[in-house]
């Protein structure tokens, strides 16, 4: 089993920077391919980035290309979302996710089985 534990949330202005950690245990870091997806209330749940074990392949929701990074350190079982130029339309909870289908960037929710229990993001304008 692998828990999934999301910080770095919180309240920025439009133009503002947050950075995202997720904290895994259960099962080695390594194993996994990791990636983050976002609900607004009264909207579906979304994709926004994933990388694979190694991080040498990622992918980004065209919304948040260029502005959001994710990276991981499997050293510290730790993936990140560093988010940039942060706009009202990001305010969303972020959650992250793993799957053991680790060698690529995947970008549906339903191929992940670890979900953490999201962190709030809310910019103001």
């Known amino acids: 089993q692998v828990q999934l534990v999301e910080s770095g949330g919180g309240l920025v202005q439009a133009g503002g920077s947050l950075r995202l950690s997720c904290a895994a245990s259960?099962?080695?870091?390594?194993?996994?391919?990791m990636g983050w997806f976002r609900q607004a209330p009264g909207k579906e749940r979304e994709f926004v980035a994933a990388?694979?074990?190694?991080?040498?392949?990622?992918a980004y929701a065209d919304s948040v290309k260029g502005r959001f990074t994710i990276s991981r350190d499997n050293a510290k079982n730790t993936v990140y979302l560093q988010m940039n130029s942060l706009q009202p339309e990001d305010t969303a909870n972020y959650y992250c996710?793993?799957?053991?289908?680790?060698?690529?960037?995947?970008?549906?929710?339903?191929?992940?089985?670890?979900w953490g229990q999201g962190t709030q993001v809310t910019v103001s304008s």
């Open positions: 990388i694979n074990w190694s991080g040498d392949t990622t």
């Open positions: 259960g099962r080695t870091l390594s194993m996994l391919a």
């Open positions: 996710a793993g799957t053991l289908l680790r060698n690529v960037a995947l970008t549906g929710a339903h191929m992940y089985g670890f």
